[in-house]
């Protein structure tokens, strides 16, 4: 027995500590293990996500590189600039559309209806596909984002964790499923907050709210943040500086600019829809085809980037460029409508990217001719056009998209300019309501609900072909549809 009361007091202290420790676990139901597999999927997203982003821009430093030996020589640079652009791009469909349809597009839709059981994972031929795929296309400089695949991947990687460590409860793959997906946002953003708005406000009508998934969530967006931190640093990803607060008798512009953008958000996504019929009708699902198509648009992409190079790309470069008043009104508008129609192009055909990035430049385009025009309109106002560029940012993409919370936070986290939060909420809010009242469908729910649609008619045809008696594999066949 031990005597000594100062010996006796040392050793309670650390008992009591591993008591309460036990109670506390003993109270909180979450099961420790679906935790401890939330950090290794956010690990692992926040790693696939940087190497996807240095990847990609390997290979855009390597064709701009290897092209650049032609530059003395006009006559050649072009068609090896096509030629380049458009083999790039066609590696990207040919895996796509080979090995795994649910890679085109964003990848977004395919996650929602993953989260309410309706589309398969198959992260092990996803992830490759998706990875390998995009560099292909965004390595041709399309107008395209890397934000979407990284969101998709990420949550194939839930998922592959969910296979590796048998987890079979339906709570625990939903959770991970969930939990990539906020990650692999955060990694392509360094958003952490966004990342888990968009998984509560954008995937509201598919994400199970409990304290398991929310924990997940959060440890997995942290994890991931951590990772992207540790690679790129923690500055703001798209550098703008910091901007003045915008002034109250300015304040009634931002509405009027989000309601401006509730029409253009509405337009938009009818525009998305109309142009995947059109590719829809002229390809069929032909390989050969969806290559050429592919091809085209990759040349194409590559030759704009020649004569106008804000014209091509995802657009972050370009956000950094218009807040800054490097372009004229009429230059802005112009490189609007160039973006409008290459990012319907390049999106709707089914390439492996998303639209995040675009939409984005959108919004910096049209909120900065917005504020120039405003500035000439009303010059006693003293206004600053950039404080309209970051609106717009958010705007579009809450009226297309119609998550206005996941928009201003996002735009926020990666300007860093939280001053600015109040015009974004006005700017924001405006956009959705009228994008409402307009009776546009947000995006990503829209494209799940023509996939789900066009894979019950394409089910409905295989089983009429079918002998009777035979089976049909659903789950392959099901990836098979997808697009966008």
Same mark, same amino acid.
Not at 47 to 69: D, P
Not at 247 to 264: A, D, H, S
Not at 366 to 373: P, R
Not at 384 to 404: D, K, Y
């Given at each position: 027995?031990?005597?000594?009361?100062?010996?006796?007091?040392?050793?309670?202290?650390?008992?009591?500590?591993?008591?309460?420790?036990?109670?506390?676990?003993?109270? *909180?139901?979450?099961?420790?293990?679906?935790?401890?597999?939330?950090?290794?999927?956010?690990?692992?997203?926040?790693?696939?996500?940087?190497?996807?982003?240095?990847?990609?821009?390997?290979?855009?430093?390597?064709?701009?590189?290897?092209?650049?030996?032609?530059?003395?020589?006009?006559?050649?640079?072009?068609?090896?600039?096509?030629?380049?652009?458009?083999?790039?791009?066609m590696f990207g469909y040919y895996l796509v559309h080979r090995f795994a349809p649910e890679a085109s597009g964003s990848g977004i839709p395919e996650i929602e209806g993953a989260l309410e059981e309706l589309r398969p994972v198959r992260w092990w031929r996803v992830i490759?596909?998706?990875?390998?795929?995009?560099?292909?296309?965004?390595?041709?400089?399309?107008?395209?984002?890397?934000?979407?695949?990284?969101?998709?991947?990420?949550?194939?990687?839930?998922?592959?964790?969910?296979?590796?460590?048998?987890?079979?409860?339906?709570?625990?793959?939903?959770?991970?499923?969930?939990?990539?997906?906020?990650?692999?946002?955060?990694?392509?953003?360094?958003?952490?907050?966004?990342?888990?708005?968009?998984?509560?406000?954008?995937?509201?009508?598919?994400?199970?709210?409990? =304290?398991?998934?929310?924990?997940?969530?959060?440890?997995?967006?942290?994890?991931?943040?951590?990772?992207?931190?540790?690679?790129?640093?923690?500055?703001?990803?798209?550098?703008?500086?910091?901007?003045?607060?915008?002034?109250?008798?300015?304040?009634?512009?931002?509405?009027?600019?989000?309601?401006?953008?509730?029409?253009?958000?509405?337009?938009?996504?009818?525009?998305?829809?109309?142009?995947?019929?059109?590719?829809?009708?002229?390809?069929?699902?032909?390989?050969?085809?969806?290559?050429?198509?592919?091809?085209l648009l990759g040349g194409m992409c590559g030759i704009l980037g020649l004569i106008q190079p804000e014209a091509a790309g995802g657009g972050f470069a370009l956000i950094p460029l218009a807040a800054a008043g490097k372009y004229t009104l009429g230059m802005l508008l112009?490189?609007?409508?160039?973006?409008?129609?290459?990012?319907?192009?390049?999106?709707?055909?089914?390439?492996?990217?998303?639209?995040?990035?675009?939409?984005?430049?959108?919004?910096?385009?049209?909120?900065?001719?917005?504020?120039?025009?405003?500035?000439?309109?009303?010059?006693?106002?003293?206004?600053?056009?950039?404080?309209?560029?970051?609106?717009?940012?958010?705007?579009?993409?809450?009226?297309?998209?119609?998550?206005?919370?996941?928009?201003?936070?996002?735009?926020?986290?990666?300007?860093?300019?939280?001053?600015?939060? =109040?015009?974004?909420?006005?700017?924001?809010?405006?956009?959705?309501?009228?994008?409402?009242?307009?009776?546009?469908?947000?995006?990503?729910?829209?494209?799940?609900?023509?996939?789900?649609?066009?894979?019950?008619?394409?089910?409905?045809?295989?089983?009429? *072909?079918?002998?009777?008696?035979?089976?049909?594999?659903?789950?392959?066949?099901?990836?098979?549809?997808?697009?966008?």
């Amino acid at each position: 027995m031990n005597d000594d009361p100062i010996e006796s007091a040392a050793l309670r202290g650390p008992r009591k500590r591993s008591e309460i420790l036990r109670q506390f676990l003993r109270r *909180d139901k979450t099961p420790v293990a679906i935790l401890i597999v939330a950090a290794i999927v956010g690990t692992v997203a926040g790693l696939l996500g940087v190497a996807f982003e240095k990847a990609v821009n390997g290979v855009q430093h390597w064709r701009l590189t290897g092209l650049g030996f032609f530059s003395d020589y006009v006559i050649l640079l072009w068609p090896a600039t096509f030629v380049v652009c458009a083999l790039l791009a066609m590696f990207g469909y040919y895996l796509v559309h080979r090995f795994a349809p649910e890679a085109s597009g964003s990848g977004i839709p395919e996650i929602e209806g993953a989260l309410e059981e309706l589309r398969p994972v198959r992260w092990w031929r996803v992830i490759p596909v998706k990875f390998f795929g995009g560099m292909g296309t965004l390595g041709a400089g399309m107008v395209l984002g890397r934000e979407g695949p990284t969101v998709q991947m990420g949550a194939n990687v839930g998922k592959m964790m969910v296979d590796i460590f048998r987890l079979r409860s339906a709570e625990a793959r939903h959770s991970l499923l969930a939990t990539g997906a906020a990650a692999g946002l955060s990694a392509a953003f360094n958003a952490p907050l966004a990342g888990i708005l968009f998984i509560i406000e954008e995937m509201r009508l598919q994400f199970r709210y409990s =304290l398991i998934s929310i924990k997940a969530v959060f440890i997995g967006v942290i994890m991931s943040s951590i990772v992207f931190r540790i690679f790129n640093g923690e500055g703001a990803v798209v550098e703008v500086g910091k901007l003045a607060s915008a002034p109250l008798n300015t304040l009634w512009l931002y509405l009027v600019l989000g309601m401006v953008f509730g029409v253009v958000g509405v337009g938009f996504n009818a525009l998305i829809f109309r142009t995947q019929d059109m590719f829809a009708r002229i390809h069929g699902g032909n390989l050969r085809k969806v290559l050429i198509i592919g091809g085209l648009l990759g040349g194409m992409c590559g030759i704009l980037g020649l004569i106008q190079p804000e014209a091509a790309g995802g657009g972050f470069a370009l956000i950094p460029l218009a807040a800054a008043g490097k372009y004229t009104l009429g230059m802005l508008l112009f490189i609007f409508i160039v973006r409008v129609i290459t990012t319907l192009l390049c999106f709707a055909s089914g390439a492996p990217g998303g639209i995040f990035a675009p939409m984005l430049a959108l919004g910096t385009l049209l909120g900065t001719a917005f504020g120039s025009a405003s500035l000439a309109m009303f010059p006693q106002y003293g206004i600053e056009p950039a404080t309209f560029a970051i609106a717009g940012m958010g705007a579009l993409f809450a009226a297309s998209v119609r998550a206005p919370l996941t928009g201003i936070v996002l735009v926020l986290e990666m300007t860093d300019n939280y001053q600015l939060i =109040l015009p974004m909420i006005i700017t924001c809010l405006g956009a959705t309501l009228l994008a409402q009242f307009l009776g546009g469908k947000p995006l990503y729910s829209a494209i799940l609900t023509r996939t789900l649609q066009r894979q019950e008619r394409e089910n409905a045809v295989k089983a009429k *072909d079918e002998p009777r008696g035979e089976g049909i594999n659903r789950q392959d066949d099901g990836a098979k549809t997808a697009h966008n």
